[in-house]
């Protein structure tokens, strides 16, 4: 069956403290990997696509990567606002399947 | 930025009732999508449409629940005869001309069954 795992359920850090988020998956037929971040009461909004083993992408303080296995979100120097749920969702044949997320707190 | 829009944000039904959730997607995307997420777990998949029509559904989406989209714009998920456990925040997504092209989510109904 497939599953996507993430590590950890919560982290707190203080703001500069460099850190990374986990998401392992095992799935048949992986069309894509996608992060998200979600916002109390609001909807997921979108972050990276990765689509093959070693791909990397890049926005402001959020670098994602791709294995085989297993995807990381690593948070650079990271600020208050970025405090939010991070949310891995792996596109196989069959469906999108969510992880339970990283609640990431971020303290001044 | 194009966005996705739900209304209502917020809707509290009686148990048993019949409630239809409305989605707006971004415009020129093909791929539709409902989600729900029950309060303090995961997001879920429930269906994707394509091509006015279902193109893979979980094993949550059951009898109880159809998808349409009425016009060229709106995409809406019916619940007939609401039971107490699906209280939860729906998500409709929509993505573009690829299968594999991100979804976009709207920020959700908030569903209450009393």
């Known amino acids: 069956e497939d599953q996507v795992t993430q590590s950890p359920e919560a982290l707190r850090l203080q703001e500069g403290e460099s850190s990374s988020l986990n998401c392992s998956y095992t799935?048949?037929?992986?069309?894509?990997l996608f992060w998200y971040r979600q916002d109390p009461g609001k909807g997921p909004e979108f972050l990276f696509t990765?689509?093959?083993a070693g791909e990397e992408k890049e926005k402001e303080r959020l670098k994602a990567t791709l294995t085989k296995k297993e995807s990381f979100l690593h948070i650079t120097a990271p600020k208050p606002e970025d405090s939010a749920t991070y949310l891995c969702?792996?596109?196989?044949?069959?469906?999108?399947?969510f992880g339970a997320g990283t609640r990431l707190t971020v303290k001044p | 930025e194009p966005e996705v829009t739900q209304t209502p944000s917020h809707q509290v039904t009686q148990m048993g009732q019949e409630v239809i959730l409305r989605c707006v997607p971004i415009?020129?995307?093909?791929?539709f999508y409902w989600y729900r997420q029950i309060l303090g777990q995961k997001v879920e998949f429930l269906v994707s449409?394509?091509?006015?029509?279902?193109?893979?559904k979980s094993e949550i989406f059951d009898d109880q629940f159809s998808v349409e989209r009425p016009d060229g714009s709106n995409f809406t998920l019916k619940i007939r005869s609401t039971k107490l456990e699906d209280s939860a925040m729906y998500f409709c997504?929509?993505?573009?001309?690829?299968?594999?092209?991100?979804?976009?989510f709207g920020d959700g109904t908030r569903l209450s069954i009393l």
């Open positions: 990765l689509y093959s």
């Open positions: 997504a929509s993505s573009g001309t690829v299968l594999n092209q991100p979804q976009h």
């Open positions: 799935v048949s037929g992986l069309r894509g």
């Open positions: 449409f394509y091509n006015n029509e279902i193109s893979e």
């Open positions: 415009s020129n995307h093909l791929y």
């Open positions: 969702a792996v596109l196989s044949n069959n469906d999108m399947r």
